[in-house]
C-alpha cells in the first residue's frame, strides 16, 4: 500500500452526505497546502545551499549587480512572486459535483465503488468513467459545478492564506482571487450564480 501525505479521516465510503465530503475535501485540501508550504521552505533554503548556477546567475541582471547567486531566496530589487501554484480549481469542482449528482443524488454509484475505479484508473471501470466525463462540468453553466464553485469561492473568501494562487477569469483577464476587494469577489460569486439560472 502507497505511503499518502494526508489526515486521519473517516473513509470516504463512510460519508452518508455531500456535506461531509466538502468538509473532508476541505481538511485535506489545508493540510497538503500547509505542508507544501513547508516542504518549499526547505526546498528554496536548500536550492540556496546546495545548487548553486553561476553561469544563470551571471546572465541576470540583477544577480550580476549584488553578486547574488539566482538561487538565493532573495534577491536585491527584484520581487518574490514565491513559488507553489494552485492549480486544478475546475478539476476539483468537477469531481464534487459529479459525487453530489452520481451518488448522493441520482445513486448511480456509491462512494467505495468510485474509491474503487479511481484506485485502479479506471482500468475494468470504464462504464464509471463515462458516467463522470459525461457528469456536471465547471464553466458550462452546470447548475452542480457552479454551486459547487460557489461554496469554493466562499471557502476562498474565508480563508484567502489557502487560496492565495487561485485565478479567476475577470472582463478577459485573469486575476487572483484573493488579491480582489471583497466586493469584486462578492460580485463575481454573484455572476456564477446568475448564469447558473
Not at 38 to 62: C, D, N, V, W, Y
Not at 171 to 193: M, N, P, V
Amino acid at each position: 500500500m502507497k505511503k499518502l501525505m494526508t489526515i486521519a479521516y473517516p473513509a470516504a465510503q463512510n460519508a452518508g452526505c455531500q456535506d461531509e465530503v466538502l468538509d473532508a475535501f476541505l481538511k485535506q485540501q489545508r493540510y497538503f497546502i500547509k505542508h507544501a508550504f513547508i516542504q518549499q521552505r526547505q526546498i528554496i533554503k536548500l536550492r540556496a545551499e546546495h545548487f548553486a548556477t553561476p553561469l544563470g546567475s551571471s546572465l541576470h541582471k540583477l544577480c550580476r549587480e549584488t553578486c547574488t547567486d539566482l538561487h538565493q531566496p532573495k534577491i536585491e530589487g527584484g520581487i518574490d512572486l514565491g513559488y507553489f501554484e494552485y492549480m486544478g480549481f475546475g478539476t476539483v469542482i468537477d469531481s464534487l459535483a459529479a459525487i453530489k449528482k452520481l451518488v448522493f443524488e441520482e445513486k448511480r454509484l456509491t462512494l467505495g465503488e468510485l474509491k474503487e475505479a479511481v484506485s485502479h484508473n479506471f482500468k475494468g471501470y470504464e462504464a464509471i468513467r463515462q458516467m463522470l466525463l459525461h457528469g456536471p462540468s465547471y464553466g458550462n453553466n452546470d447548475p452542480y459545478a457552479d454551486e459547487i464553485g460557489k461554496l469554493l469561492d466562499r471557502e476562498a473568501q474565508k480563508h484567502p492564506e489557502d487560496y492565495q494562487n487561485l485565478l479567476v477569469r475577470i472582463a478577459g483577464y485573469s486575476a487572483y482571487f484573493t488579491e480582489l476587494t471583497k466586493d469584486l469577489q462578492d460580485d463575481i460569486i454573484s455572476r456564477t450564480e446568475h448564469e447558473a439560472v
